[in-house]
């Protein structure tokens, strides 16, 4: 079992910047990729960002390309999005995610551990 607990979301003016963190907690965080999705109201969960378990490979979708960076510290057990130049669009939920090893993590599959979710708002 891993255990997932998001921080850093709240309200912010369109082209502010917010980082969200998500400390892990349980099984060896290595053993895992791990991803950030988001879910705006009234849609789909949207995969955003993932990471390797070495940080050595890191995947964004389109949408979020240049403006979002992932990033983990495996001495803390923590994933991190840092998330620039924000735009109305990216209001939604973020949720963290983990995934084993071996999976399809780089499309969004495989992720059985969830946290609880952190709003973030951008205001126009």
Do not use: H
Not at 7 to 26: H, I, K, M, P
Not at 41 to 62: D, H, L, M, Q
């Amino acid at each position: 079992q891993v255990q997932l607990v998001e921080s850093g979301g709240g309200l912010v003016q369109a082209g502010g910047s917010l980082r969200l963190s998500c400390a892990a907690s349980g099984r060896t965080f290595t053993s895992y990729a791990m991803g950030w999705f988001r879910q705006a109201p009234g849609k789909e969960r949207e995969f955003v960002a993932g990471i390797s378990w070495s940080a050595s490979t890191t995947y964004y979708v389109g949408s979020v390309k240049g403006r979002f960076t992932i990033s983990r510290d495996n001495a803390k057990n923590t994933v991190y999005l840092q998330m620039n130049s924000l735009k109305p669009e990216d209001t939604a939920v973020y949720y963290c995610a983990a995934a084993r090893r071996g999976t399809s993590w780089y499309k969004g599959l495989g992720y059985d551990y969830w946290g609880q979710g952190t709003q973030v708002t951008v205001s126009s």
